[in-house]
């Protein structure tokens, strides 16, 4: 069985699972939370494959800063979509969509509008952290 395709076997009851040989992470953590998380503890994610809930232009940067090598969204935009393909990353999902919408299901998610104009994954991970930060004070 590959990494991709177990990945997609675990996800089932978390909101991510990456896989990477004998490797396996899970955590149920909301949003882009999970991947953030891993990138500032400085988990060496080269080589995974992980398989997402849902997989917006945000958490595409974040799997290229990871080194991820294949990504499944159960939920992907086009424009995530797009951004992995353009780094050379498989990808597969279960629903395609024009854009993430928020959590009150009435505006684009925040994220994505976070990084919409920026193509670096550097820059985005770096805008991304910014914008978590600025929320927490905010709420």
Same mark, same amino acid.
């Given at each position: 069985?590959?990494?991709?395709? /177990?990945?997609?076997?675990?996800?089932?009851?978390?909101?991510?699972?990456?896989?990477?040989?004998?490797?396996?992470?899970?955590?149920?953590? /909301?949003?882009?939370?999970?991947?953030?998380?891993?990138?500032?503890?400085?988990?060496?994610?080269?080589?995974?494959?992980?398989?997402?809930?849902?997989?917006g232009?945000?958490?595409?940067?974040l799997?290229?800063?990871?080194?991820?090598?294949?990504?499944?969204?159960?939920?992907?935009?086009?424009?995530?979509?797009?951004y992995?393909?353009?780094?050379?990353?498989?990808?597969?999902?279960? *629903?395609? *969509?024009?854009?993430?919408?928020?959590?009150?299901?009435?505006?684009?998610?925040?994220?994505?509008?976070?990084?919409?104009?920026?193509?670096?994954?550097?820059?985005?991970?770096?805008?991304?952290?910014?914008?978590?930060?600025?929320?927490?004070?905010?709420?």
């Open positions: 069985m590959t990494d991709i395709m /177990r990945a997609r076997q675990l996800l089932p009851g978390h909101s991510i699972c990456i896989c990477r040989g004998e490797e396996v992470i899970t955590d149920d953590g /909301r949003g882009i939370g999970p991947m953030m998380r891993l990138i500032a503890e400085g988990r060496d994610l080269r080589g995974s494959s992980c398989a997402d809930l849902i997989v232009k945000a958490a595409a940067m799997f290229v800063k990871a080194g991820a090598v294949c990504v499944h969204g159960e939920v992907m935009s086009a424009a995530g979509r797009d992995l393909a353009a780094h050379g990353i498989q990808c597969s999902w279960g *629903t395609l *969509t024009e854009r993430i919408i928020d959590r009150q299901g009435k505006d684009t998610c925040p994220m994505e509008k976070t990084v919409a104009e920026i193509s670096d994954c550097e820059a985005g991970y770096e805008a991304l952290r910014a914008k978590l930060e600025a929320m927490r004070a905010g709420a």
